[in-house]
RNA sequence: GCUGGGGUAGUUCAGUGGUUAGAAUCACCGGUUGUGGUCCGGUGGACUCGAGUUCGAAUCUCGGCCCCGGCC
């Protein structure tokens, strides 16, 4: 039974609900959003400013911190938070998201995974204790469990594999956890993961499993690639009948806003996503009004705002010519923009959900904002 | 005025006497989700003009026009 957690209004019509996630650093108002910090910095926005727009909580990869720049000069400066210059809270993916980059050479046994190391050509080995360990010296607040997901897994078969993989990783991931004693931050919490693509039955026998093993919370895998996307709503509804209700819900690499809604609406608490960043730097912008590219000619001589209805600096003093021709000239400055606008949309549209959820309205803010959004 | 180089897509370049003239950029349209990046994919668009040689010229020859350099 997790305490880190507690619910503090339930949805009347949905699975919504808002909570307190409290970690080593912070109290998280759920539901939230992560923007990602890999390497300890999300692109082309800094702390400060995502501290100011209330974003509490950044997710980091230990894998990848782990190979640049190490363990040993992140521990002289003290952990992750310090290295970074970061004083609020930090979850870390374990690295099993790296398992389906071919980039990495992944060879996966029930042992754990080798992997290159890019930056020298060696091979890593990363087993279950190794990921925990990692994250223990980085002194996340929350670290996650290393999972399987397969690349190429069309069968059942290999979902099977994976998912009863995924469990027995997870074993291992919490006996080493509750035993290491070395850990930066003692109050480092652990999340396990789902796995089973969209075979609701093998995504419920997860859910199930761990269920048995005492995580703080428990995330979704295995979204943001594959077939299981367009089923996603509803496989994360069929696990959360298997997950205790008091155990935050973390979808995994979700992070556009109809599918933060929607996920929402299933009873997820939490997210994160490179997509709002990612979409930034490709054109893509969030409006109340539906998605617009900025580098359409369209643009060319649109002097209004990104957004009419959005406050933040950069709707508030640029219009679609200006950034237009910011990104089209590949100006640096066209992504800070961009990205500040797009960040600022996300987090705005979960502050209205968690007040939509309070005042038991979220089902109709939900259908407001769709109806605007979707073209 | 003399002389050399050059004119190929909106732009910058490649190329060849022989089916459908390549690329980058550009324009338009898709894509992007536990970060390998200003990314990936599709589509569109051109041989300076005239004459000659030739079965066939965008390619070779001559001339016109235009651009760049050098000399006077």
Same mark, same amino acid.
């Given at each position: 039974?997790s305490?880190c957690f !507690?619910?503090t209004h339930? @949805? $009347?019509?949905?699975l919504?609900?808002t909570?307190?996630?409290t970690?080593?650093? /912070?109290? &998280?108002?759920?539901?939230?959003?992560?923007?990602v910090?890999t390497k300890?910095?999300?692109k082309n926005?800094n702390h400060?400013?995502?501290q100011?727009?209330?974003?509490?909580?950044?997710?980091s990869?230990?894998f990848?911190?782990?190979?640049?720049?190490?363990?040993d000069l992140?521990s002289?400066?003290?952990g992750?938070?310090?290295f970074?210059g970061?004083?609020n809270s930090?979850?870390t993916d374990?690295g099993?998201f790296q398992l389906?980059l071919?980039?990495?050479?992944?060879?996966i046994?029930d042992e754990g995974?080798?992997l !290159?190391n890019?930056f020298? @050509? $060696?091979?890593?080995?990363i087993?279950?204790e190794k990921?925990?360990?990692?994250q /223990?010296i &980085?002194?996340?607040?929350?670290?996650m469990?290393?999972?399987h997901q397969p690349?190429?897994?069309?069968?059942?078969?290999?979902?099977l594999?994976?998912?009863?993989?995924?469990?027995?990783?997870?074993k291992?991931?919490?006996?080493f956890?509750k035993?290491?004693s070395?850990?930066l931050n003692?109050?480092?919490l652990l999340?396990?993961?789902?796995?089973g693509?969209?075979?609701i039955?093998?995504?419920?026998m997860c859910?199930l499993?761990?269920?048995?093993?005492?995580?703080?919370?428990?995330a979704l895998?295995g979204f943001?690639?594959?077939e299981a996307q367009?089923?996603?709503?509803?496989i994360i509804y069929?696990?959360?009948?298997y997950?205790l209700i008091?155990?935050?819900?973390?979808?995994m690499g979700?992070?556009?806003p109809i599918?933060?809604?929607?996920?929402?609406e299933?009873?997820?608490?939490?997210f994160?996503?490179?997509?709002?960043?990612?979409?930034?730097?490709?054109?893509?912008i969030?409006?109340a009004?539906g998605?617009i590219?900025?580098?359409?000619g369209?643009?060319?001589?649109d002097?209004?705002?990104?957004?009419k209805?959005?406050d933040?600096f950069?709707?508030?003093?640029h219009?679609r010519?200006?950034?237009h021709h910011?990104?089209?000239?590949?100006?640096q400055?066209a992504?800070?923009l961009?990205t500040?606008?797009?960040v600022?949309f996300?987090?705005?549209?979960?502050?209205?959900?968690?007040l939509s959820?309070?005042?038991?309205?979220f089902?109709?803010?939900k259908?407001?904002?769709?109806?605007?959004?979707k073209k």
């Open positions: 039974m305490s !507690k619910i339930q @949805s $009347k019509n949905s919504a609900r909570g307190i996630l970690t080593a650093h /912070n109290k &998280l108002e759920t539901p939230f959003y992560m923007p910090a300890g910095a999300v926005i400060i400013q995502l100011d727009l209330d974003f509490n909580c950044l997710i990869n230990a990848i911190n782990y190979l640049r720049p190490g363990l992140i002289k400066a003290g992750l938070h310090k970074s970061w004083n930090y979850f374990s099993g389906i071919d980039h990495f050479n992944p060879v046994n995974v080798s !290159k890019p020298t @050509s $060696k091979k890593e080995m087993t279950p990921s925990i360990e990692i /223990n &980085l002194g996340s607040d929350v670290a469990c290393l999972d690349v190429f897994g069309k069968d059942r078969k290999d979902y594999e994976s998912t009863i993989r995924t469990i027995e990783w997870a291992r991931c919490i006996d956890h035993s290491n070395n850990k003692s109050k480092q999340f396990g993961i789902v796995q693509g969209n075979h039955d093998l995504r419920q859910a499993a761990l269920t048995k093993l005492d995580f703080d919370g428990v895998g943001g690639i594959g367009k089923d996603m709503y509803n069929q696990t959360k009948k997950l008091d155990n935050p819900t973390y979808i979700i992070g556009s599918e933060i809604l929607n996920c929402v299933n009873g997820a608490d939490c994160d996503s490179v997509y709002p960043m990612r979409m930034a730097r490709h054109g893509l969030f409006t009004n998605e590219k900025i580098d359409r369209a643009y060319k001589e002097f209004s705002p990104l957004d209805e959005c933040c950069v709707c508030k003093n219009s010519a200006y950034l910011l990104y089209k000239t590949h100006e400055n992504h800070v961009l500040y606008h797009n600022y996300v987090q705005n549209l979960i502050k209205n959900i968690r959820i309070k005042e038991d309205n089902l109709k803010f259908k407001e904002f769709e109806k605007k959004y």
